[in-house]
């Protein structure tokens, strides 16, 4: 597939809603130094390593050192210049959705409504909840290597992919999974480089690298016995029902996305922050909201229509069952309602504007 840009207006737009998104998080969220209840997990390592780059620092967070680098090389206090990185990284984001939903043949207010929707996801709003955080430089390096790669610029996926092992291990093990999902031997390629590279960097740092804090434990026993309950609020709070558009994407998209599953299974098996980690998987699904119509009958054009609504409802309706999960806590719970109404919004919507103009609904190209 040979990739060209279009329509750089819808990417321009796409491109300052996602920088607005990110100055009202700022607005609800100033930002700070990590607290002490963070000191000790991932935002306070990120804020030492961006504070003094190749300190001591524990383990497994020395070895992701590209995005503290960035942030490093900002010249503002450090907690101002995670916030400025996660503003202009929410931009490129959203940017970069757009341009995935135009490589998908979406029109444009789909394209749209999806930079819109990735605006809310868990990663998203919890960097900015949360200090220090860089679950939005990685979703960009993500978005970046699924829109090179399903271009046909595996090249740059690669250099992406790479980049990725030194920033967030999920972020490398999707980008393997994309470039897998063209050529395997291209994925081993990258593997064999970015383990050879982190190999090299954990010699060189030395001594200066700190065993782990904590044990790691199996994900299972944070969740205790409701495990089940466990799978089923973090399918519904942090992707709602988006991948139910999987159904409608072409082939050759799907089976990326299902290659992309690879890393995120993986990192799910040995952490407890599954519903933030399966949110990495919405800035691929929201461009695939609306559904073709394959048929001009009613009874196609309603049963398509109404597939979207008819999840949501289903999905939306556990909101009442009882919290057992002690780690699902209401703030989780506003993002999954927000992500479920926007869904909603941008079906709706998407189709009233382009009925007219496609006809009956928008289909999707292989």
């Avoid at 395997?184 to 383990?195: D, H, N, P, W």
Wanted: charged share 10%; aromatic share 10%; proline share 9%.
């Amino acid at each position: 597939m040979n990739y060209r840009f279009s329509n750089p207006g819808s990417c321009a737009t796409a491109l300052v809603m996602g920088a607005v998104a990110g100055l009202i998080y700022l607005i609800i969220y100033p930002p700070n130094a990590p607290s002490e209840m963070w000191i000790t997990t991932d935002p306070g390592s990120y804020y030492r390593m961006a504070g003094h780059p190749f300190r001591p620092e524990y383990l497994p967070f020395v070895l992701r050192p590209a995005i503290p680098l960035i942030v490093r090389a900002i010249p503002l206090p450090t907690c101002w210049s995670f916030a400025v990185l996660n503003v202009l990284s929410l931009a490129l984001l959203t940017a970069l959705v757009e341009r995935l939903g135009a490589l998908l043949s979406r029109p444009v207010s789909v394209r749209l409504g999806a930079g819109a929707l990735v605006c809310t996801i868990l990663p998203v709003s919890g960097a900015f909840r949360v200090p220090a955080m860089i679950d939005i430089p990685v979703l960009c390096l993500v978005v970046g290597t699924v829109l090179s790669v399903h271009a046909g610029l595996i090249r740059i996926g690669f250099i992406l992919t790479i980049f990725s092992a030194f920033s967030h291990p999920l972020g490398f093990m999707m980008g393997l999974g994309v470039l897998a999902s063209r050529s395997r031997k291209v994925a081993l390629t990258s593997a064999a480089l970015g383990v050879a590279l982190l190999t090299g960097y954990y010699f060189l740092m030395g001594d200066r690298i700190l065993p782990y804090r904590y044990a790691p434990k199996p994900s299972v026993v944070f969740q205790g016995t409701a495990i089940l309950r466990s799978v089923l609020t973090t399918l519904v709070y942090s992707i709602g029902p988006l991948p139910v558009g999987l159904a409608v994407a072409p082939r050759t998209y799907r089976r990326l996305v299902s290659y992309c599953l690879f890393g995120i299974v993986v990192a799910i098996a040995g952490a407890s922050a599954w519903g933030r980690f399966l949110g990495f998987l919405c800035p691929l699904l929201a461009p695939l909201a609306l559904h073709k119509v394959t048929s001009s009958s009613p009874v196609a054009i309603i049963s398509r229509w109404l597939l979207f609504p008819v999840a949501m409802i289903a999905t939306g309706s556990l909101f009442l069952l009882p919290n057992t999960v002690p780690l699902w806590t209401p703030p989780s719970k506003m993002a999954g309602g927000i992500l479920l109404i926007l869904s909603a919004a941008a079906i709706s919507c998407s189709c009233f504007l382009e009925k007219h103009r496609a006809g009956l609904c928008p289909s999707l190209k292989e």
